[in-house]
């Protein structure tokens, strides 16, 4: 059974900078097709960051330059380190990974950028 638990949500001001973390277990090989997304209160959710299948990264125009995924495989843990951070970065953040095609989601951390 696969599970993923977010964790490093907060209320953070504006220019301010937060660390998320996601924690897998379960039955994981592999990080790979693993990434970030969020959504904010009447929005779709939406990719933030994530690994590509090939070893790559992919970015929302919104947060390049500002985010950064990254991981360890040992500790089987995904992180988003997230700087500069603006009001429209208010969210709830949720990590993904997609096993033999099916989508796996954590219950989401709460990012706050508030002054």
């Known amino acids: 059974q696969v599970q993923l638990v977010e964790s490093g949500g907060g209320l953070v001001q504006p220019g301010g900078s937060l660390r998320l973390s996601c924690a897998a277990s379960?039955?994981?090989?592999?990080?790979?097709?693993m990434g970030w997304y969020r959504q904010a209160p009447g929005k779709q959710r939406e990719l933030v960051a994530a690994?590509?299948?090939?070893?790559?990264?992919n970015y929302a125009d919104s947060v390049k330059g500002r985010f950064t995924i990254s991981r360890d495989n040992a500790k089987k843990t995904v992180y988003l380190q997230m700087d500069s951070l603006r009001p429209e970065d208010t969210a709830v953040y949720y990590c993904?990974?997609?096993?033999?095609?099916?989508?796996?989601w954590g219950r989401g951390t709460q990012v706050t950028v508030s002054s």
């Open positions: 690994f590509t299948t090939v070893g790559g990264t």
């Open positions: 993904k990974i997609v096993l033999s095609g099916i989508g796996y």
């Open positions: 379960g039955n994981i090989f592999s990080l790979n097709a």
